[in-house]
């Protein structure tokens, strides 16, 4: 149990790291526009790629 715990809570600290950086960087205006929108896409495409790749892998286990 406290493994679980402290899976989620290093999870949630690197989670909060991330969205800090994250605001940090589309923030900037020293950071050119095209380049914020390029990162902001390639973003969203892997979190799209992981979304597909847990469904499928859920629809596998169902099968199974």
Same mark, same amino acid.
């Given at each position: 149990? /406290?493994q679980? $715990?402290?899976? *989620? +809570? %290093?999870g949630?600290?690197i989670?909060a !790291?991330i #969205? /800090?950086?994250?605001?940090?960087?589309f923030?900037?205006?020293?950071i050119?526009? !095209? *380049?914020?929108?390029?990162v #902001?896409? *390639? #973003?969203?495409g892997? +979190?799209? +790629? %992981?979304? $597909?790749? *847990?469904?499928?892998?859920?629809?596998?286990?169902?099968t199974?």
């Open positions: 149990m /406290w679980n $715990v402290a899976f *989620i +809570l %290093i949630l600290g989670l !790291l #969205g /800090w950086s994250v605001k940090v960087f923030m900037d205006s020293d050119p526009l !095209l *380049i914020r929108i390029a #902001g896409a *390639i #973003g969203a892997v +979190l799209v +790629l %992981i979304g $597909v790749a *847990i469904k499928d892998r859920l629809k596998k286990a169902k199974e």
